[in-house]
Protein backbone atom coordinates (compact mmCIF):
# COMPACT_ATOMS: atom_id res chain seq x y z
CA UNK A 1 0.00 0.00 0.00
CA UNK A 2 3.15 2.09 0.50
CA UNK A 3 4.42 1.82 -2.65
CA UNK A 4 0.60 2.95 -4.02
CA UNK A 5 0.65 5.85 -2.12
CA UNK A 6 3.66 7.22 -2.88
CA UNK A 7 3.52 6.39 -6.83
CA UNK A 8 0.07 8.69 -6.96
CA UNK A 9 1.02 11.17 -4.58
CA UNK A 10 1.07 14.63 -6.22
CA UNK A 11 4.48 16.02 -5.33
CA UNK A 12 4.38 19.48 -3.05
CA UNK A 13 3.75 22.48 -4.88
CA UNK A 14 5.77 25.83 -4.63
CA UNK A 15 4.25 28.71 -1.79
CA UNK A 16 1.75 30.27 -5.10
CA UNK A 17 2.91 32.95 -6.85
CA UNK A 18 0.60 35.59 -4.94
CA UNK A 19 2.03 34.64 -1.60
CA UNK A 20 5.37 35.02 -2.48
CA UNK A 21 4.87 38.71 -4.05
CA UNK A 22 2.72 39.27 -0.83
CA UNK A 23 5.91 38.33 0.95
CA UNK A 24 8.16 40.55 -1.15
CA UNK A 25 6.04 43.38 -1.64
CA UNK A 26 5.84 43.19 1.91
CA UNK A 27 9.39 43.71 2.80
CA UNK A 28 10.02 46.07 -0.36
CA UNK A 29 7.11 48.45 1.40
CA UNK A 30 9.47 48.12 4.72
CA UNK A 31 12.22 49.33 2.59
CA UNK A 32 10.84 52.01 1.44
CA UNK A 33 9.63 52.52 5.17
CA UNK A 34 13.48 52.94 6.02
CA UNK A 35 15.03 55.14 3.44
CA UNK A 36 11.79 57.51 4.37
CA UNK A 37 13.03 57.07 7.75
CA UNK A 38 16.89 57.46 7.38
CA UNK A 39 16.13 60.38 4.29
CA UNK A 40 17.40 58.56 1.42
CA UNK A 41 14.78 60.40 -1.42
CA UNK A 42 17.15 59.16 -4.28
CA UNK A 43 17.94 55.61 -3.91
CA UNK A 44 13.88 55.29 -2.86
CA UNK A 45 13.59 56.23 -6.21
CA UNK A 46 16.25 54.11 -7.47
CA UNK A 47 14.98 50.86 -6.02
CA UNK A 48 11.80 50.90 -7.96
CA UNK A 49 14.29 50.22 -10.86
CA UNK A 50 17.38 48.39 -9.15
CA UNK A 51 15.33 45.53 -7.20
CA UNK A 52 12.94 43.89 -10.00
CA UNK A 53 16.56 43.91 -12.05
CA UNK A 54 18.20 42.31 -8.89
CA UNK A 55 15.58 39.51 -8.22
CA UNK A 56 15.52 38.95 -12.41
CA UNK A 57 19.83 38.25 -12.15
CA UNK A 58 19.46 37.12 -8.53
CA UNK A 59 22.17 39.61 -7.44
CA UNK A 60 23.53 39.50 -3.91
CA UNK A 61 22.37 41.76 -1.47
CA UNK A 62 25.46 43.43 -0.97
CA UNK A 63 25.39 44.18 -4.72
CA UNK A 64 22.15 45.49 -4.92
CA UNK A 65 23.10 48.10 -2.10
CA UNK A 66 26.43 48.98 -3.77
CA UNK A 67 24.07 49.93 -6.83
CA UNK A 68 21.65 51.66 -4.65
CA UNK A 69 24.10 53.84 -3.31
CA UNK A 70 26.09 54.07 -6.78
CA UNK A 71 22.60 55.39 -8.10
CA UNK A 72 22.52 57.88 -5.68
CA UNK A 73 26.26 59.27 -5.87
CA UNK A 74 25.61 59.54 -9.55
CA UNK A 75 22.09 61.96 -9.12
CA UNK A 76 23.75 63.77 -6.18
CA UNK A 77 26.44 64.20 -8.68
CA UNK A 78 24.12 64.96 -11.64
CA UNK A 79 22.41 67.61 -9.14
CA UNK A 80 25.21 69.43 -8.25
CA UNK A 81 26.51 70.01 -11.78
CA UNK A 82 23.01 71.21 -13.07
CA UNK A 83 23.01 73.91 -9.53
CA UNK A 84 26.38 74.95 -10.82
CA UNK A 85 25.10 75.63 -14.08
CA UNK A 86 22.15 77.31 -13.19
CA UNK A 87 23.77 79.77 -11.17
CA UNK A 88 25.66 80.75 -13.90
CA UNK A 89 29.13 81.65 -12.20
CA UNK A 90 31.55 83.78 -14.34
CA UNK A 91 34.04 81.61 -14.27
CA UNK A 92 34.21 80.32 -17.56
CA UNK A 93 33.71 83.76 -19.18
CA UNK A 94 37.00 84.78 -17.45
CA UNK A 95 39.21 82.12 -18.73
CA UNK A 96 38.28 79.48 -16.68
CA UNK A 97 39.76 80.49 -12.87
CA UNK A 98 40.38 84.22 -13.71
CA UNK A 99 38.34 85.72 -11.36
CA UNK A 100 39.77 83.77 -8.55
CA UNK A 101 43.41 84.19 -10.09
CA UNK A 102 42.92 87.82 -9.94
CA UNK A 103 43.07 88.41 -6.16
CA UNK A 104 45.37 85.19 -5.16
CA UNK A 105 47.48 85.81 -3.11
CA UNK A 106 51.16 84.81 -4.61
CA UNK A 107 54.00 83.25 -2.56
CA UNK A 108 56.11 85.21 -0.87
CA UNK A 109 53.12 88.36 -1.23
CA UNK A 110 52.91 90.76 1.75
CA UNK A 111 49.50 91.03 2.35
CA UNK A 112 49.47 93.17 5.81
CA UNK A 113 49.00 96.50 5.47
CA UNK A 114 52.27 98.21 7.03
CA UNK A 115 54.41 96.81 9.80
CA UNK A 116 57.98 95.16 9.37
CA UNK A 117 57.60 93.39 5.74
CA UNK A 118 59.08 89.69 6.16
CA UNK A 119 58.92 87.21 3.80
CA UNK A 120 58.27 83.64 4.51
CA UNK A 121 60.50 81.08 2.18
CA UNK A 122 59.44 77.39 0.96
CA UNK A 123 61.92 76.25 3.97
CA UNK A 124 59.85 78.53 6.60
CA UNK A 125 63.18 81.06 6.94
CA UNK A 126 62.35 84.16 7.99
CA UNK A 127 64.27 86.95 5.83
CA UNK A 128 63.96 90.80 6.31
Known amino acids: MTDTATATARPRLAA ?24 LPHIRRAMAEVIPTAKAQRWERAEVVRA ?10 ANLRT ?9 ESLGGAGLWNRFAVRAGQDTRQGGSHRSYSSTGVVSR
Request: charged fraction near 25%.
Open 83 to 91: RRTRAAFPT
Open 16 to 39: PASAVAATTAAVFDEAIALTRRLK
Open 68 to 77: LLAEAAGRDA
